[in-house]
Structure formats: structure tokens, C-alpha cells
């Protein structure tokens, strides 16, 4: 009997311990259990692609068509200007006037000359013909009087100088003088611009300047007007900025109601045939690292990868990029900062 309660003691024991290992193992799979993160939710978008992914953007300013500098030809202190910045001008209107003093007693000189060698002339003009006045001499006189008429002509041309007039018709871009200073003789007195077209100027780079030709259309974004317009491209650079090395690109638009003005601002978008294909990806989804590298983390079957894109341009629609991702792949938009390559998420769009 001893025998068999001490065996029902053991068993009793053994079995406690069970209970409580059951007990423990079951404490520590909760535990476990509690300790399991979730995944962190993200938005994506999917890549799209587009027709217009691929073209040049590029930012640049507007300049007028035709712009021409008037400078004074003589001389002279400035009397009167008779026009301001902004104004319209006809062609031959006047826009300055110098008082001229100095070119009229030069024509009051020239005058005089050319009276003394006119009467020089009439008094000996019968004795050539009667042969009393030698040929050397008669040569002399006809020479005298053919240089006061020049001399006339030329100050009758200073007088004329003396009053500035516009070459053409146009608006007054920039005035540069005063009454009562010397006239900048050779400078620019006065810009007169035509602005019925304007020229978006932009720089492009010598990679894809040579897929570009004059005639190819464009579209150019004035944000100052609020307007996108069409133009076309007038003129191609065939010197490069030998710092840039980029070239002069000139789109001609049309400017009817003159909203455009010289200066402003504009984002031109060039086609260029034969262009690296690219795709759209929302500008939240690019990211750069501390290398200055682009990134986004392209999220496939709920595991997010890290992938590096060359961006290629800057649309309203999105950023334009050339490599490193293809239309409908996802990529994430919003979601925690701390991702990881080979991270599994949860999308939440």
C-alpha cells in the first residue's frame, strides 16, 4: 500500500508540472504574439504613361520680336524728349530734340561758303569760255564751288540729326535720356520694340538640340497671364554658352491683344522627335537620398523595392522619368517614412 500512494504522489507531481510548463509555453506565445508589429499602410499610384512624358520643359523669358535702339548721329545737348516708356510711336514721329545750335551755325558757315564760290564761279565762267582764265584755274573754282554744295548737304544733314525720329512703328521698351544732357551719340537714346509676336527664348542642351528644327511646334505656359499658348519655333542657336553649353532656342507666339510682355516669365515644352520614351509618376513618389540620387519604392504583391529613376522632366502632371520604372507599375505616394527594401506593406488606397 505504501508502495502504491507513493506512486500516486509522483503522478500527482508530474502532472502540476505539466500543467505549469503548459502554462508558460502558453504565456510566451502571447508574448510572442503581442510583440508582432503590422505592416504599415501606405498609398500608391500606378505609372502612367504619356505622349508629352518625353518632351524638353524648359524655362526661359519672353523678348520682343523686334527690338531696335535709336542713337542720336551729332551732337548736341538735349532740348526736349518728347516721349515715354510704354508709349506707342509711329514711324518718323519725333522722340527727341537737341537744340541744335552747333548744326546751324555750321549751315550758316556752309551757306556762306557756298555763295562766295557760286559768285567766284558766275564771274569767271565767260573768261573760260573766252579762254582768258587758264584750265588749272578754272578747275580750282569748279572744285571750290562742288565742296560748298557738300558742305551745305552735310551740315543740312546735322540740322536734320539734331531731331530724333522713330525708324519704326512700335512702343518705347526704354527711354535713356534727359533735357539738358549731351547727347549719347552712338549709344542707345531710346528701345523701340514691336510685340505683335514675342519669342519665348530658352536654353537647350547640345543633346537635343540637334533633333530640334525651325517650324516644329511648342507649347509655352506664361504663368503672368494664366494662359498655355501655341507657338513655333523661329530660330536654333549655332553657337553654345561655353558654360552651359547649351544653345538659343526661339519660339515665335503670336500676341494679338499685347498681354505678353518683355521679360516675363515662361515654361516652354518642346517635342523632340526620336526622344528617350519616358513615363509619368506623381512628384510625391520621388524621393532623394543623401547621395542626391532619385528614388521611389515601387510596391509589388504588398513588398515595397527600392528603385532608382533618372528624372527627365517636370510636367504639371507629374515628373517625367526615363528610367528605371514602366507604365503600370504602383509606386508609393504617402504612407511612413520608414520603409525599407523588401519591406511588407499594407496598401491603403
Not at 512702343?171 to 533735357?179: D, F, H, L, N
Not at 507657338?231 to 561655353?242: L, S
Request: proline share 5%; glycine share 10%.
Amino acid at each position: 500500500m505504501a508502495r502504491v500512494a507513493y506512486r500516486n504522489r509522483i503522478v500527482s507531481a508530474l502532472g502540476g508540472v505539466s500543467t505549469s510548463l503548459l502554462l508558460v509555453l502558453a504565456g510566451c506565445q502571447k508574448e510572442a504574439t503581442d510583440s508582432v508589429q503590422p505592416s504599415p499602410v501606405v498609398r500608391t499610384s500606378v505609372v502612367t504613361s504619356s505622349d508629352s512624358a518625353g518632351d524638353l520643359v524648359l524655362s526661359g523669358e519672353l523678348e520682343a520680336d523686334v527690338s531696335v535702339a535709336v542713337s542720336f548721329r551729332t551732337l548736341g545737348t538735349v532740348q526736349k524728349v518728347l516721349v515715354s516708356e510704354g508709349q506707342v510711336v509711329r514711324e518718323g514721329q519725333v522722340l527727341a530734340v537737341l537744340d541744335g545750335g552747333f548744326q546751324k551755325d555750321q549751315l550758316a558757315s556752309a551757306q556762306a561758303k557756298v555763295l562766295q564760290a557760286e559768285d567766284a564761279w558766275n564771274r569767271l565762267a565767260p573768261m573760260h569760255k573766252n579762254g582768258t582764265v587758264p584750265e588749272i584755274k578754272w578747275v580750282e573754282i569748279e572744285t571750290d564751288r562742288a565742296q560748298a554744295r557738300s558742305m551745305v548737304s552735310t551740315a543740312l544733314r546735322g540740322v536734320e540729326d539734331a531731331t530724333l525720329r522713330a525708324p519704326l512703328s512700335g512702343i518705347v521698351a526704354k527711354r535713356s535720356v534727359e533735357p539738358g544732357e549731351q547727347a549719347p551719340v552712338g549709344l542707345p537714346a531710346f528701345t523701340i520694340v514691336q510685340t505683335g509676336t514675342m519669342l519665348a527664348t530658352v536654353p537647350v542642351a547640345e543633346k537635343d538640340v540637334a533633333h530640334l528644327r525651325p517650324g516644329n511646334a511648342a507649347r509655352v505656359q506664361v504663368e503672368a497671364i494664366g494662359q498655355e499658348l501655341s507657338g513655333k519655333i523661329r530660330e536654333i542657336g549655332i553657337e553654345a554658352n561655353p558654360l552651359t553649353r547649351t544653345y538659343k532656342v526661339k519660339v515665335a507666339i503670336p500676341n494679338p491683344k499685347g498681354l505678353l510682355r518683355v521679360g516675363m516669365v515662361s515654361e516652354v515644352r518642346l517635342r523632340v522627335p526620336g526622344g528617350r520614351p519616358a513615363v509619368l509618376v506623381p512628384a510625391a513618389a520621388v524621393l532623394v537620398d543623401a547621395a542626391d540620387h532619385r528614388f521611389v519604392w515601387a510596391e509589388v504583391d504588398g513588398v515595397v523595392h527600392r528603385r532608382l529613376v533618372r528624372v527627365c522632366g517636370f510636367l504639371k502632371e507629374g515628373v517625367a522619368v526615363d528610367s528605371g520604372l514602366s507604365a503600370g507599375e504602383r509606386v508609393v505616394v504617402s504612407g511612413t517614412p520608414m520603409l525599407s527594401d523588401g519591406l511588407h506593406v499594407r496598401v491603403g488606397n
